[in-house]
T-cell receptor
């Protein structure tokens, strides 16, 4: 499985966009990029995922570079409730794969 | 609410006790997972089940014994645990075999071994 690298922590002002980077330089062509977040001591919450194209849903946008070696999760208008640890995961798309491997993530703190 | 329910939410047990953690999903998913999260550490994958069959055991000590009687239920049986086994135990489920399938997590069981 490809490994990911994320900054350990980031701050963002409330109401501003939060841009969380992830490096996955060894990603393979069939590996998806997933983002989850974990608010203190709760179960991880699914945010978004993508393969090649940029994706957007009600929670966030995912921007994947053309070479797919990095991506950015964008929370367009961060609120205090978005304070959490954000995990970037890559996951292969072939039969028999069921694993989600979490790294250390980025601790995002949204400041009032 | 993710559709994955874990019980109990909190558990305190002695090292000689036997207890079980329960996970239930009503999402129609066929894969279920147990993860362990120790204090200030990343989630560690423990076990994976697909259609009731174990497909992954991540070198977990035998004092942790999983059971998957059907695709909707997953148990983790605990016996003679150590204090270092105190952690947040998380259950997840997902549908499908490919990479284009997100997993949904329960709220976890906070286990304290005394």
């Amino acid at each position: 499985d490809a490994k990911t690298t994320q900054p350990p922590s980031m701050d963002c002002a409330e109401g501003r966009a939060a841009n969380l980077p992830c490096n996955h330089s060894t990603i393979s062509g069939n590996e998806y990029v997933y983002w989850y977040r974990q608010i203190h001591s709760q179960g991880p919450q699914y945010i978004i995922h993508g393969l090649k194209n940029n994706e957007t849903n009600e929670m966030a946008s995912l921007i994947i570079t053309e070479d797919r070696k990095s991506s950015t999760l964008i929370l367009p208008h961060a609120t205090l409730r978005d304070t959490a640890v954000y995990y970037c995961i890559v996951r292969p798309d072939y039969s028999g794969t069921y694993k989600y491997i979490f790294g250390t993530g980025t601790r995002l703190k949204v400041l009032a | 609410e993710t559709g994955v329910t874990q019980t109990p939410r909190h558990l305190v047990m002695g090292m000689t006790n036997k207890k079980s953690l329960k996970c239930e999903q009503h999402l129609g998913h066929n894969a279920m997972y147990w993860y362990k999260q120790s204090a200030k550490k990343p989630l560690e994958l423990m076990f994976v089940y697909n259609f009731k069959e174990q497909t992954e055991n991540n070198s977990v000590p035998s004092r942790f014994s999983p059971e998957c009687p059907n695709s909707s239920h997953l148990f983790l049986h605990l016996h003679t645990l150590q204090p270092e086994d105190s952690a947040l135990y998380l259950c997840a489920s997902s549908q499908g075999q490919g990479g284009d399938t997100e997993a949904f997590f329960g709220q976890g069981t906070r286990l304290t071994v005394v």
